[in-house]
């Protein structure tokens, strides 16, 4: 058995915590949280999945100094990258394997300015223990699915990996208003459409796909669009008043032989009839009605491949017609089942290049979809 502990139940890591709980792989000795709510709280309880005898506390020293093997470290880090490399070097020097979520970038660290990626580095070799950062996006959807595709081409000239979601129902106000800018005015600043931002979170992503692909990465291009709604419109998470912004485009292009051959697009609304001129998803699986029109929180990801044979591959995820679950049950799944292969792996940080093929287990879960919006745990 593998002994693991949880940092940070919230959207993305109640749902690894549910995981680690129900893997027959893996024993939970600890839990991480961030809310007086929720310390003193047993982790089942934290889950949906009813008591297992581990308690949650606000404190890190215990799981620090504690028994785990590997930690899943799911704590937000959007405001906070200094504070998550930090926490996550010091599990690292204390000899735990480190599996995470909470900064993008790292899904390619040598992609990553030394600010970040140095103090991990640093802490894996000091401690013999291995990091890895995974997702859905970052992660599994533009980073490990391309280069499985890839694996069927005679040749490839180009890859574009494009995600078209709904934010409608994204349980993370935080994300949504205030670092994405929904329902702002034009002219208010808003994080995501700073320049250089998106390039800082997705760009290793296109140095990892050069990688697994043998070429490398000259420079890349960043582009932002953004369109304000003409009426207002409700959403389950918010309020968007008319003239302020309802859609996002951001787009990052890899340059290879001075060809623009690598293309990492975001595509999200709040509602699903704005920038219809953008790409959208074919959705085979129909979202359930949440009462609020058009805002429903549909998406999927698409793969579009250029060489010989050409490709398309529509990656739609839905949890009981929960496209916006799905995705998070996903990137959270994939954070659990590359836990045995993280932990036997070399010590250093990693990238899925590294790893070998992950597979998840066909097995029976018990209890509800660990779902933070149902379960009020927050991110």
């Known amino acids: 058995m593998i ?23 893996l024993e939970l000795v600890g839990v991480v ?58 599990l690292l020097r204390a000899g735990k394997d480190v599996v995470s979520c909470s900064l993008p970038p790292l899904v390619f660290p040598d992609a990553v300015d030394a600010v970040f990626s140095g103090p991990l580095r640093e802490a894996a070799l000091a401690g013999q223990a291995s990091f890895f950062t995974t997702g ?22 180009s890859v574009r990996v494009t995600e078209m979601f709904n934010y409608a129902t994204y349980p993370d106000p935080e994300a949504v208003y205030e670092i994405l800018g929904f329902g702002k005015p034009p002219d208010d600043f808003a994080l995501a459409s700073a320049p250089g931002v998106f390039s ?31 009426t207002a419109f409700e959403t389950p998470t918010g309020h ?14 890899g340059f290879v032989g001075g060809e623009p051959a690598l293309v990492v697009d975001h595509v999200t609304r709040m509602r699903d009839d704005i920038a219809p001129h ?29 060489g010989s044979p050409s490709m398309r591959c529509e990656f739609e995820m839905a949890e009981d017609h929960d496209h916006d679950l799905g995705a998070r049950m996903a990137g959270a799944s994939h954070m659990v089942n590359v836990i045995p292969a ?29 779902d933070s919006r149902l379960l009020n745990v927050s991110s």
């Open 3 to 25: 002994r693991v502990g949880v940092w940070g139940p919230g959207s993305m890591g109640v749902i690894a915590l549910r995981g680690v709980i129900d893997h027959p792989q």
């Open 33 to 90: 949280v961030h809310s007086d709510g929720k310390a003193g709280c047993d982790a089942g309880e934290l889950c949906g999945a009813g008591p297992v005898g581990v308690t949650a506390t606000k404190d890190p020293g215990w799981l620090i100094g504690g028994g785990a093997d590997v930690v899943v470290y799911a704590a937000a880090a959007n405001l906070r990258p200094a504070e998550a490399v930090e926490d996550m070097a010091a």
């Open 136 to 157: 859905i996006d970052t992660g599994f959807a533009n980073t490990v699915l391309p280069l499985v595709l890839s694996g069927v081409s005679r040749s490839v000239t």
């Open 200 to 230: 800082f979170g997705w760009g290793p992503v296109l140095h990892q796909l050069a990688a697994g692909l043998s070429v490398v990465v000259e420079h890349v291009e960043e582009n932002i669009e953004r369109v304000a709604t003409e």
């Open 240 to 253: 968007i008043a008319a003239g302020t912004i309802a859609a996002m485009r951001s787009t990052l292009t």
């Open 278 to 306: 953008w790409p959208q998803p074919h959705i085979s699986i129909p979202p359930h009605d949440v009462g609020y029109e058009a805002a429903t929180g549909r998406g999927a990801y698409r793969v579009e491949i250029e």
């Open 342 to 370: 993280v932990h036997a792996a070399p010590p250093g940080l990693l990238t899925a290049l590294d790893l070998p093929f992950v597979t998840g287990m066909m097995r029976p879960v018990r209890g509800p979809t660990p």
